[in-house]
């Protein structure tokens, strides 16, 4: 049995499981050993090693939910990503990243890199001629983030994978905000995956995890650099991520259903001025969206009315909570000035277009009509407060 070509829900509920021959139990069983015997000494079991049972199961799933041939488990998304690249990387190698990157990840390359002597640059503009011009002789990898934070800007997958292979470098993509429910960059060519797992596979903000997913060839390099950087993941948290990603795609694909409601109710609301999703006809990248993606996901981002307080706003919530992070079953926002983006400075905050009032809406699972309802009221608040204060 082809366990990769099975429908997504059964991948997510049936690949990679340690069978319980014990107890014919209806769940992996959990080891927490980090002592194993030596049946076999191609066989070193070890936390560290990313070999122990639960690891070696759960990287099978991620593989097969990824279209890759193997995978690793991390103890977190920035884990994945420093790992991935710098396996990849040594000094006087370049990176090519897009210009709109998760904050963390921007700040791993701007805070890091230059003391091992690893160079640089950011994208212009997000069209794969803006990848292709940062290209130079010494370029290694190419790293993109689609949909990305907080705009849900599209990059065109194929285009820049391509432009990788015409020279020979690695492309990388962050594929948190998507998630294996909606977008399979490894079907366009990408060469590595990387997941926060923390956000989508987990869902329910009580996991910090991360993964990554490529060629056999790949993982076997970046194997090599996480043994010695020791980012695993406890067997723990292994087991309780297998149990999450059972229900990521039905839960998913409830968020993607209530995001694009919320979107268009957004997208024809009068205090509302811009809606950001790329499930909406208006979004600039609609149609690349729908190309590569398979549904448009959970995040979006919207800025009110000129006059209308955001922070109050959002303080007027009361369902939707206002909190870091995103991706959980429960529906939150932020404001990017102020949170995830508040390291980048005014400045490329005004080159990458994100205004002080934008607000981030990680939507959950919620019934859409309690959703609209709480935004209704926090509007009302903050309306009654633009009124008082222009007259
Ligand atoms: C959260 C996040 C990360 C970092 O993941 P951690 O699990 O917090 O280390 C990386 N990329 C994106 C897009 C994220 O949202």
Request: a negative charge; proline letters at 3%.
């Given at each position: ?103 963390g ?17 950011f ?55 998507a ?25 329910h ?48 694909r ?39 993606m ?44 102020q ?13 990458q ?39």
């Amino acid at each position: 049995m082809n366990q990769q070509k099975k429908g997504l829900n059964t991948i997510c509920t049936h690949v990679g499981e340690v069978v319980d021959e014990q107890f014919k139990g209806a769940i992996s069983p959990l080891y927490m050993s980090t002592s194993y015997a030596f049946e076999d000494v191609d066989v070193k079991r070890y936390p560290r090693y990313f070999n122990t049972p639960n690891q070696e199961a759960l990287c099978l799933k991620v593989a097969a939910l990824e279209h890759a041939e193997a995978a690793l488990i991390f103890g977190s998304g920035m884990a994945a990503v420093s790992t991935a690249m710098m396996a990849f990387l040594r000094a006087g190698d370049h990176i090519v990243l897009q210009r709109t990157l998760y904050g963390g990840t921007y700040n791993l390359v701007t805070e890091e890199f230059e003391k091992y002597g690893i160079l640089y640059s950011f994208t212009d503009g997000l069209q794969p001629e803006d990848f292709e011009a940062k290209v130079q002789e010494n370029t290694k990898v190419i790293y993109v983030e689609t949909p990305s934070n907080p705009l849900l800007t599209i990059t065109d997958l194929k285009a820049v994978a391509d432009i990788a292979k015409k020279h020979g470098i690695v492309s990388m993509i962050d594929n948190t905000f998507a998630s294996p429910v909606n977008q399979n960059p490894i079907d366009f060519g990408i060469d590595v995956v990387i997941h926060s797992a923390t956000k989508y596979m987990g869902g329910h903000s009580d996991i910090c995890a991360g993964a990554v997913a490529s060629t056999e060839e790949y993982m076997e390099r970046i194997f090599h650099l996480a043994k010695n950087f020791g980012g695993s993941l406890s067997d723990y948290t292994v087991w309780l991520l297998e149990r999450s990603i059972k229900t990521m795609g039905i839960r998913v694909r409830a968020q993607n259903t209530n995001a694009l409601q919320m979107a268009e109710y957004l997208h024809k609301h009068a205090d509302i001025q811009n809606v950001y999703y790329p499930g909406l006809a208006s979004h600039p990248d609609h149609e690349l969206a729908r190309k590569q993606m398979k549904g448009f996901g959970g995040m979006l981002s919207f800025e009110l009315q000129d006059g209308f307080d955001a922070s109050e706003f959002q303080k007027a919530l009361q369902l939707i909570k206002s909190s870091m992070s995103l991706a959980g079953v429960e529906s939150t926002v932020l404001s990017p000035t102020q949170t995830s983006h508040a390291l980048l400075g005014a400045e490329e905050r005004e080159r990458q277009g994100i205004k002080d009032g934008l607000i981030r809406f990680s939507v959950g699972i919620e019934e859409v009509e309690d959703l609209i309802e709480d935004i209704e009221q926090a509007l009302e608040k903050v309306r009654s407060t633009v009124v008082a204060t222009t007259h």
